[in-house]
């Protein structure tokens, strides 16, 4: 790849292209810090019925205020901010809470179902095979 020219296209594409190896030959992604200053510069989203304020931290669905724990609002301000990218749990838990965790976390999975069941988004926050998270915003503003 040429690193160049690599600075021009989309940066979540190009932090994932980035790895390191460890001496035990394991692959470490670097795409965290990246995907963190690729995110998004928005401070008022609107999507659907939703309205959400990120400077605020607060959520409103047709009008009405929705009230989300901490840990709930931190994973889709991550995902607003990433919106149309598959995250993992992994950068989930990193991005959303800062753990540095590796392996597999259900903690995710239960948030995810709970910000799905307050927000309505069942079909908008997709489940992505072997990968983890997306929340889908194409074809639907």
Not at 13 to 22: G, K, S
Not at 103 to 112: A, F, L
């Amino acid at each position: 790849m040429d690193t160049a020219n690599q600075k021009e296209g989309c940066p979540v594409a190009n932090a994932i292209a980035l790895q390191e190896f460890t001496s035990g030959g394991e692959r470490k992604p670097r795409a965290y810090p990246l995907l963190r200053r690729a995110s998004r510069k928005v401070t008022d989203f609107r999507f659907k019925d939703l309205h959400i304020d990120l400077r605020a931290h607060r959520v409103w669905r047709n009008e009405e205020e929705v009230v989300l724990t901490p840990r709930e609002y931190a994973l889709l301000e991550t995902l607003v901010r990433n919106r149309n990218i598959a995250l993992t749990r992994s950068q989930l838990l990193t991005n959303a809470w800062g753990y540095d965790y590796i392996g597999e976390s259900r903690t995710v999975d239960v948030h995810i179902n709970r910000v799905r069941r307050k927000l309505g988004l069942q079909h908008e926050i997709q489940t992505v095979f072997k990968v983890g998270y997306r929340l889908n915003t194409l074809g639907t503003l």
